[in-house]
């Protein structure tokens, strides 16, 4: 029953989050735990013979882990210059406010802040830095990353930088600390950082979000299959209970 509580407590996660940007849904794993051994396979039943099989009772389940799905999440066009959807495997790169640890996100809608820098919604700066000129009437990036903008004085486009992507040997073992961000640990491995559109690197879609991976029917089913699980759980708690009392009261 507290297997399937936690299977639950994460399918709802997954709902509340199906309109977040860049939202990667969630899956637990189970493993049944230890065997109670009341005969061995193999052993001998008479001096000529053994048994085929042996006899085991199971003591029930454990959630082993929770796994970060990372397929491609469906594009939503918003024709914002500065929305950004990542075709592929990579991550942009975020230095959080504290300007301590660097930070990874699926999440491409950006803004600009007072300076003209790019920002995630809660004021995070994008990395490498990238500073829109205040007279921009144009920008652009292409599917490779590089950002160029078209001003007042210059008709042409100007680069004013590259976005630079990364990505991890590893993804499920990323660490979500919440804000659509992710930091690298152990399991991840160490970022590989390199330019859209070439080695394996997601190209960048200007224009465009990516949307949570999230399908509402599927965990609908999830939901009431372990809504179900955990009736059949609890009605084997009842059903051991009213055997124990009749057990109890056959002295009577």
Known sequence: M???ELNIDTISNNLANVTTT????????????LYQTLRVAGSAVTQTQV???GLQVGLGVRPAATTKMFHQGDFQRTDNPLDIALEGDGFFQIQT????????????SFKVDANGRLVTSDGNFLQPNITIPQD?????IGQDGTVSVVTNNVSQPQQIGQILLARFV??????ATGQNLFVESAASGPPQIGPPGCNGFARTIQGFLEASNVRIVEELVRMIIAQRAFEVNACCVKASDDMLG???NLRR
Do not use: H
Request: hydrophobic residues 35%; aromatic residues 12%.
């Open 2 to 4: 507290f297997a399937q």
């Open 22 to 33: 860049g939202f990667k849904r969630n899956r637990v794993e189970f493993q049944d735990v």
């Open 51 to 53: 048994s085929p099989t």
């Open 97 to 108: 406010c504290e300007g301590q640890t660097t930070a990874y996100t699926r999440d491409g």
């Open 136 to 140: 921009a009437i144009f920008v652009s």
């Open 170 to 175: 590893n993804p499920a073992g990323l660490v």
């Open 246 to 248: 009749e057990a109890v």
